[in-house]
């Protein structure tokens, strides 16, 4: 696992903020603590197809000019960072495997309207994993893909469904059929999306939506409305501030991100209110009534990664990144910064997912109505987090 968090900053740092170039092999980067999450994304450094030659500082002459990177034809995008094109917009992603002896990244992908389950890489046409039967007529699908925390070893995947009849967390393994882990959550006009994580004792984390009733999020007898946390079979995970229950935590309208750090002392939820978007910080116990941050512009606040020294989400209404710079005991220092808002960027983006404090896997969303989609949309690409941003939107 160190190897592949080694590997994907010396793949893509620098990458988006020059719109080129190929990437020095770096050494590893120090002080890290491994998650649960991420104990499938172990591998080599991916030599990611379709590589540029390197810009200023990465090998270049001084004075040359970065190369920029071509335009897509059709489904084949150029750019070394993309590593799944012309999907569905992207509801979830994962990192599944880093080839030993290519390099080339393999992710899972899911899309919300299709109910389909993906696996791609670059410049292969993607491979169904499983199509779910999923109601997409509101916000809900398939919206949560997250996968076991021993994914090396037993290739377990969990999804979050909306269904004819409710929301639910299922579980595939390979050559099976999904088997539901968590059914019974309520389904509504609205409020159907729901999305997964894992937290660093290997729990599974599940933020649910409201199912278009408030009143839902704030009974602790209801599924609705909560960031649950459960074991593999869909019981209350142990040490839950309830005994015998499974709620964390409280409050939730609609959910688009749920991310735990590295070193287990945070955990983040982003939410889509009435009144704004929202960032809440979970703490076991305690409803989730007041926001760490607010967008009342409701730029569409979406995937989050917490990081050592910042969150940094994603969101669907409008191109790019936000960072919130962030002290170590999780209060904010300052604005959000947005960036990757222009060409270098992917445009809007949903799901993300940390491999690192610098790299995040993420999915676009620009087929999405309002989007402007590229003949290669949607994409799955691996970001990376630009040093300084522009002027933040709060």
């Known amino acids: ?129 499983h199509a779910f039967e ?24 969990y999804v979050y469904a909306t269904t004819a009849t409710d929301n639910r967390v299922l579980r595939i393994a390979p050559g099976d059929v999904p088997k539901p882990v968590l059914t019974g959550i309520p389904k509504g006009p609205t409020g159907n999306r729901g999305v997964l994580a894992y937290d660093r004792t ?58 735990a750090s590295l070193d287990g002392t945070k955990t983040w939820v982003t939410d889509w209110t009435p009144s704004a978007d929202v960032l809440y910080r979970v703490e076991a116990g305690k409803a989730l009534t007041t926001p760490a941050w607010s967008w009342p512009d409701k730029p569409g606040v979406s995937g989050c990664s917490s990081l050592s020294d910042a969150v940094w989400l994603t969101t669907a209404n409008t191109p790019g990144t936000l960072t919130l710079p962030m002290n170590p005991d999780g209060s904010f220092t300052g604005k959000p910064e947005a960036t990757l808002t222009g060409e270098d960027g992917f445009g809007r983006l949903g799901p993300m997912l940390a491999l690192d404090d610098r790299t995040a896997l993420a999915g676009t969303v620009n087929k999405a109505p309002g989007g402007t989609p590229i003949s290669s949309d949607d994409r799955v690409v691996i970001l990376v987090r630009p040093q300084g941003g522009t002027s933040g939107r709060d």
């Open 202 to 259: 290997g729990a599974l984390l599940v933020a649910t939506g409201d199912a278009g009733n408030p009143a839902s999020a704030a009974d602790p007898n209801s599924l609705a409305g909560k960031v649950l946390r459960i074991d593999g079979s869909g019981q209350p995970a142990r040490g839950n501030p309830t005994q015998g229950s499974r709620v964390l935590a409280s409050g939730l309208r609609s959910p688009g991100g749920l991310c």
């Open 1 to 129: 696992m160190s190897r592949l968090r080694a590997v994907l900053i010396g793949s893509a740092v620098g990458l988006l903020a020059v719109g080129c170039a190929s990437f020095p092999e770096q050494p590893a980067p120090t002080g890290w603590s491994p998650a649960p999450q991420l104990t499938p994304q172990a591998g080599p450094r991916p030599e990611l197809p379709g590589e540029l030659p390197k810009g200023p500082g990465q090998g270049q002459q001084p004075g040359q000019q970065p190369t920029p990177v071509p335009p897509p034809q059709g489904c084949k995008d150029f750019h070394p960072a993309v590593v799944g094109t012309c999907l569905a917009p992207v509801s979830g992603v994962a990192l599944a495997d880093v080839n030993e002896t290519t390099g080339a990244v393999t992710a899972l992908a899911t899309e919300r309207t299709t109910g389909r389950l993906v696996r791609v890489s670059k410049d292969v046409d993607p491979v169904l994993v």
């Open 134 to 157: 999923v109601d997409a007529s509101s916000d809900g699908g398939l919206t949560g893909l997250t996968l076991s925390p021993t994914y090396a070893e037993d290739q377990l995947i």
